[in-house]
């Protein structure tokens, strides 16, 4: 049978070529669509390391307020602290969840090999109100200002980078900006997090280092300045109000903004998740066109192979059989279509291509497999019960 509907799809090879062009098309199309479907589901499973429900960014603008601002910052914080229904504040700098904003460091240990990650400037607050997994050691503490070696604190995958299965507390480990690598300062490892993906539910686990934060000097002038506020859960637009007063009362001229980080990612996830919509509308335009084609071919096959279908239904063919027919040359044709476009999707796993692993690219021909082949029928079934409806003594007539 195999054989005859190779022989059936040969003879009509020129109006077929359009036709396996397009899906195999499809396919790939389908495929890079499906295996960025399974990168976002896995991403978007895995923790992102922190608790940030009842959690408020507040953004303090200073309007070149050029007095000294750590004496208001001091007074700002304790106040803020004081506040009923406020459970905690830090002094966050640049680096807080879900901002888009990152600072890449280069970050070695010894005469080890270079490591890029992110660094992010924390006070004593930040881990406790962000509640971060601690695996080893310690949060920064008041007892570091007495420290004549800047402490730091890693994440769990610059540990697996510098030191391995080795120890990793009490080891000096030197950084330096991407803007002046030659600027290396030193620090001492105090504790190790788990896994921090601030970038939101689409970012990668990346290596990331903690640098403690302290007010600035109060000659320094600064043109913002961010604080993270986790408040009582159910807390409102009456707890926000408040703050926004409090913050106006003690900095005079400076503007506040607040938002919640609930609603910084679900912005965030929303912006990352547009380009995906817009494939996946590409993808159902081509689907279109080639279930416009299959139609278009199946319907143009039964008015050529009216005698053929004819003939058959006098010697005994039914109509299920002749419908059954034209369905597997629909899937033959598909197969050699798709056939291809197995191999080349094949070739990414091979050659661990984008860095993804085996699952994904499995889950992205599984589904551009489904939807082809599901497409495929669908556009067959019409043309095929239409098919099984001619009659041998209306064909021949016709003949």
Aim: glycine letters at 10%; hydrophobic letters at 50%.
């Amino acid at each position: 049978m195999f054989q005859h509907l190779l022989i059936l799809i040969w003879n009509r090879k020129r109006a077929n070529a359009l036709l396996m062009a397009e899906l195999f098309l499809s396919f790939v199309v389908l495929f890079g669509l499906g295996s960025l479907v399974a990168v976002v589901t896995l991403a978007m499973r895995q923790p992102p390391g922190f608790a940030y429900d009842d959690v408020w960014e507040l953004r303090l603008t200073t309007n070149n307020d050029q007095t000294p601002q750590s004496p208001t910052l001091r007074r700002l914080l304790a106040q803020l602290r004081a506040t009923p229904g406020v459970a905690d504040v830090s002094l966050a700098a640049f680096s807080t969840p879900f901002s888009g904003y990152n600072m890449s460091s280069n970050i070695r240990v010894e005469k080890g090999p270079l490591v890029s990650g992110n660094e992010v400037q924390a006070d004593d607050h930040f881990g406790p109100l962000l509640k971060l997994e601690l695996l080893e050691g310690r949060w920064f503490a008041p007892r570091d200002d007495a420290s004549k070696v800047p402490p730091i604190i890693i994440n769990r995958e610059l540990r697996q980078a510098l030191f391995g299965t080795g120890p990793a507390l009490g080891k000096m480990v030197r950084s330096s900006h991407s803007s002046n690598p030659k600027e290396m300062k030193e620090g001492r490892v105090v504790g190790v997090t788990g896994s921090y993906r601030p970038g939101g539910d689409l970012g990668a686990p990346t290596p990331g280092v903690f640098v403690r934060a302290v007010l600035p000097d109060s000659a320094v002038t600064m043109f913002s300045h961010t604080l993270l506020v986790r408040v009582r859960p159910g807390s409102g637009a009456v707890l926000e109000e408040q703050l926004v007063r409090t913050i106006a009362a003690i900095t005079k001229t400076w503007s506040t903004s607040v938002i919640a980080l609930p609603d910084s990612r679900a912005a965030g996830l929303e912006t990352a998740l547009a380009p995906i919509w817009a494939v996946g509308l590409v993808c159902a335009f081509l689907l279109l066109n080639v279930a416009l084609g299959l139609f278009g071919a199946l319907w143009q096959a039964i008015g050529q192979r009216r005698a053929e279908i004819g003939l058959r239904r006098a010697v005994g063919a039914t109509g299920p059989g002749i419908s059954r027919q034209f369905v597997a040359e629909t899937l033959m044709l598909t197969t050699l279509a798709v056939g291809p476009g197995l191999l080349l999707a094949a070739q990414f796993p091979l050659l661990n291509a984008f860095g993804q692993p085996l699952a994904v690219y499995a889950v992205g021909m599984g589904l551009a497999l489904v939807l082809v082949y599901g497409f495929a029928v669908l556009c067959a079934v019409q043309p095929s019960w239409q098919a099984a409806a001619i009659q041998p003594a209306a064909a021949l007539r016709e003949e």
